[in-house]
């Protein structure tokens, strides 16, 4: 382990993704300003060796670790404004943990420490990773391209090598600065997106709710595996999930910062899993519906619509059309992926069910995902059965769930290779944090939390939980 | 007082929450096993994968070790059993695809059905009563002879 390389790996991306963040006229407190800087260097960072490679320059330490520095000093730039942002590392106001969070926290960090054990410890064996994204990594560092000796094998029995190189960039780059089996990338995206999602859940309802939620969160037993295990899902479900929550409090209080970043996450989630664009797509009505009730012109909302898919776009592009179809020497036609028969659309009210009834509602979904559905709509139910009306933002996030369920199940129609047990098992990773989100907006959760901050007669947490009333 | 009321009901929730038979396994088999204190103890790179990938991992490197030291090693293509012929054999092994034999040890490897089969010159064997081996075929006829075993089996994962 090169714990130098790890760290100045942790620096760079932390002030690329600042960079963005300036570029995009995002603003946050500073947890999330600082979770999302490393989040959003990650994604950056993910996109220079493919860069290269496309740009034929030889993948070498000081070709890549060159091209990482330079990115990081470009994204510096807009900071110069804020000399003081750059050198001084964020105050955290952090307060001491109440006695009753103390069992919890330790749980929780406990979790974080193994899984960020098992990343570093653990060897990639998931065939996905073994047949694709981790052999191209393994040979792009010998034979400095991605165009190598993968290409002289027998190859009928995977596509994984196909996938946009998201995972491969980011095995190269660590790999070659912080340790033999790169992967601690995975344990930057965990670590920083959990700390966000439980601040933000804490921010807004009282603390052991919080907790108790999150509990069942981080024990979500296929979710935590991920977060050792590199696979595209996890990765994909933070940027998909943390995108949409900044979409819906676009949509809430209109401020165009958190519209640019979420079509930046959108777009980093595309780069993970090209099928995000169908779910984006499936978006695009509750931003236009929005824009059309605030009686925005058509052109504008067709524009707000572009201006929300082109990054998107972009990269699918980038990989389909260019990388894919044009770059690598081996010819695949993905339309031959594509369902035939899409006139017939049984198979999609299929698929909806098996969610349902064989993926959440079944013995082998209670391993995966264990009771988060069965709480998550007995919340819904008191939501909508006692207190009858949510937040506008409670209802976009709601969207977002069902945009994830309706997706993936299209994905599953449309490309059948996208089967139940594999790709929606894992893509329905992308409900659970946004389900985490809604928490925070729920009128339910909400009044419990006031009931109970009012008897336990805190006022620094009273006054917390008034604030978020007024903001509700 | 109420912090401490808080505490207990927290407490009472954590250890309700792993009494839940979901819950208590995930956490008696995926969390507290293997132990982290023991992984710790073996840090050698090539001994975690070895524990990683088990029996695959044992066949790359006999594989490996044979191929090495041979002549032809720059040209060696080693010819898979189909997975279904070797399930038909009563032996309880997968045989990793091609890519992931590269992965683990450098080997290139053919299916059945592989467009360069014809230049294999080694092959994973079904050794009745013994399990699998890896050998050098002796020339076209016995690639010949390999072939027409598996022809009625399909290549699979």
């Known amino acids: ?472 | 007082m109420k912090k401490l009321l808080l505490f207990i009901v927290g407490l009472f929730f954590l250890v309700g929450f792993f009494q839940i038979k979901v819950y208590q396994d995930w956490k008696d088999i995926k969390i507290t096993n293997p132990d982290p204190f023991e992984q710790f103890k073996v840090q050698d790179l090539q001994e975690r994968i070895k524990m990683r990938f088990g029996p695959a991992w044992e066949l790359c490197e006999s594989m490996k070790s044979q191929i090495d030291t041979a002549k032809d090693r720059d040209s060696a293509l080693v010819l898979l059993p189909p997975n279904s012929y070797i399930e038909s054999q009563n032996i309880r092994f997968n045989v990793p695809e091609p890519a992931v034999i590269y992965y683990l040890c450098g080997i290139k490897s053919t299916w059945t059905t592989g467009a360069n089969v014809q230049k294999a010159n080694y092959a994973v064997v079904v050794v009745p009563g013994r399990g699998l081996a890896f050998k050098k075929i002796e020339g076209p006829a016995e690639l010949k002879q390999l072939l027409e075993t598996y022809k009625n089996y399909q290549p699979a994962l």
């Open chain 1, 1 to 472: 382990m090169n714990f130098i390389g790890f760290f100045l790996l942790l620096i760079g991306q932390y002030f690329t993704g600042r960079g963005v963040i300036q570029l995009l006229k995002f603003n946050g407190n500073r947890v999330t300003l600082a979770c999302f800087s490393l989040m959003a260097g990650v994604g950056v960072y993910s996109f220079i060796p493919f860069f290269l490679e496309l740009g034929k320059v030889k993948l070498t330490t000081a070709s890549v670790g060159g091209a990482l520095a330079a990115t990081t000093l470009i994204f510096m730039v807009p900071l110069l404004k804020h000399l003081k942002t750059i050198f001084s590392m964020p105050k955290f106001n952090f307060r001491m943990p109440t006695l009753y969070e103390v069992p919890f926290y330790a749980i929780f960090i406990a979790l974080i420490i193994l899984s960020i054990w098992r990343c570093y410890y653990l060897p990639p064996n998931a065939r996905d990773m073994t047949s694709g994204p981790g052999l191209m990594a393994k040979l792009a560092m010998t034979e400095k391209s991605f165009i190598n000796s993968i290409f002289s094998l027998d190859l009928q029995s995977t596509n994984n090598y196909l996938k946009p190189p998201f995972i491969i960039s980011l095995q190269i780059i660590y790999q070659m600065f912080a340790c033999d089996l790169g992967q601690l990338w995975l344990s930057v995206l965990f670590v920083a997106f959990t700390v966000w999602l439980f601040s933000m859940m804490v921010e807004r309802i009282h603390p052991l709710i919080a907790c108790i939620f999150f509990t069942v969160y981080m024990a979500t037993p296929e979710l935590y595996a991920y977060t050792y295990m590199v696979l595209f899902d996890f990765p994909n479900m933070v940027y998909f999930a943390a995108g949409f929550y900044f979409l819906s409090k676009y949509l809430d209080e209109g401020d165009s910062g958190n519209f640019n970043f979420a079509a930046f996450l959108f777009t980093v989630a595309t780069y993970v899993r090209t099928e995000t664009p169908i779910l984006l797509v499936l978006a695009l009505p509750l931003l236009a519906v929005k824009m059309w009730k605030d009686k925005v012109p058509p052109v504008q909302i067709a524009l707000k619509s572009f201006l929300m898919m082109i990054g998107s776009a972009l990269v699918y592009l980038i990989c389909m059309n260019i990388y894919v179809k044009h770059y690598i020497p081996i010819k695949y036609d993905v339309s031959n992926d594509v369902n035939k028969n899409l006139a017939n659309i049984g198979p999609l009210f299929t698929r909806l069910t098996e969610i349902v009834t064989e993926l959440i509602f079944s013995p082998p979904g209670m391993m995966y995902y264990g009771y988060f559905f069965h709480i998550f709509l007995f919340v819904l139910a008191i939501d909508l059965a006692v207190f009858r009306k949510l937040s506008k933002t409670a209802l976009y996030i709601l969207g977002g769930v069902a945009v994830v369920y309706v997706g993936l199940a299209l994905v599953g129609f449309i490309l059948p290779l996208a089967d139940l047990m594999h790709t929606t098992k894992r893509g329905m990773f992308k409900i659970l944090p946004i389900i985490m989100m809604y928490y925070a907006y729920s009128p339910f959760i909400g009044k419990l939390s006031s009931i109970i901050t009012n008897w336990e007669g805190d006022k620094a947490a009273e006054a917390a939980t008034t604030t978020s009333a007024k903001k509700k």
